[in-house]
């Protein structure tokens, strides 16, 4: 299970809400220590920020304690910076498991081109990224599925690349608290003579991938583009996680192009999982 876990907050409504309805829970899943991390932004507080550190470190603190009270290990930083660049950093100083974000989902897209902190922190940590995706409906917060369910039904999503290895891998951690996944790969290659073929050595692949993990999956071969075979079988078959790669490429390409992550990052209604693949 992923041990050390990254929360990032910058105190909105969301990141609370999530902290304490979410992360709260995740003791039960095997969480041995949370680091809380909040980013005085430079760029917003110029030289007030250092001015504001004491005054968070107080506010983190008591956060802390609720979290305490509740049975978990939490240790607490505050840092001056670019939040994305000050979150990578921090993940690879306390060498976490995992970095887990709230997004809310309505203005995913909005950012991708804005650079939120959650698309630019995916960007450039080397760290597996949980997002979980909330909408808010009148004034009430509402994620998909309960935290202490998030792992049971993931669909993860291999290409049979060497970052389907790292994917394995990642899925590995967090095994026992599955019940039964979904393997899933897309087929959006080749010539229409080829496609048959293609399609039983996925299977193939995907059997092998299935054994190797250790766990109880369905697989599914699907024809079409990846992220929305991606989404669209996660929606049918009542996944609780997405867990996709997540390639370098140049940014600016990323921006006008997207890729498949970036795509299922802006249009999934369940939390994803992104793993890096660098």
Not at 47 to 52: D, N, P, V
Not at 106 to 117: K, P
Not at 132 to 151: G, I, P, Q, R
Not at 245 to 270: N, Q
Request: overall charge neutral; some cysteine.
């Amino acid at each position: 299970m992923f041990e050390r876990i990254l929360y990032p907050t910058d105190f909105s409504e969301v990141s609370l809400h999530a902290l304490k309805h979410c992360i709260a829970k995740m003791s039960l899943l095997g969480v041995k220590r949370v680091y809380l991390l909040h980013v005085i932004d430079i760029t917003v507080a110029e030289l007030e920020a250092f001015a504001l550190e004491e005054i968070y470190k107080t506010k983190l603190e008591n956060l802390a304690k609720e979290l305490r009270e509740r049975g978990l290990d939490v240790q607490t930083v505050v840092r001056i910076g670019i939040p994305a660049i000050e979150i990578a950093e921090e993940a690879e100083r306390i060498n976490a498991d995992l970095i887990a974000i709230p997004s809310m989902g309505e203005n995913v897209w909005r950012h991708m081109f804005l650079g939120s902190t959650v698309s630019n922190l995916v960007r450039a940590t080397k760290r597996p990224v949980l997002i979980l995706k909330y909408n808010k409906k009148e004034n009430a917060f509402e994620l998909s599925v309960d935290c202490s369910n998030l792992f049971r039904r993931p669909l993860v999503a291999l290409d049979f690349s060497e970052c389907s290895k790292k994917i394995i891998e990642v899925v590995k951690n967090f095994k026992e608290a599955i019940e039964e996944g979904i393997l899933l790969h897309s087929v959006d290659y080749g010539k229409i003579e080829e496609l048959e073929k293609n399609i039983e050595t996925s299977m193939r692949e995907l059997k092998r991938a299935k054994k190797e993990i250790g766990v109880e999956f369905e697989t599914e071969v699907m024809v079409g583009t990846a992220s929305q075979a991606i989404i669209g079988t996660a929606l049918a078959k009542r996944a609780t996680l997405i867990v996709v790669g997540k390639k370098g490429k140049g940014i600016l390409k990323e921006l006008i192009l997207g890729s498949t992550a970036d795509r299922v990052m802006r249009d999934s209604k369940i939390p994803v999982l992104l793993v890096p693949c660098e």
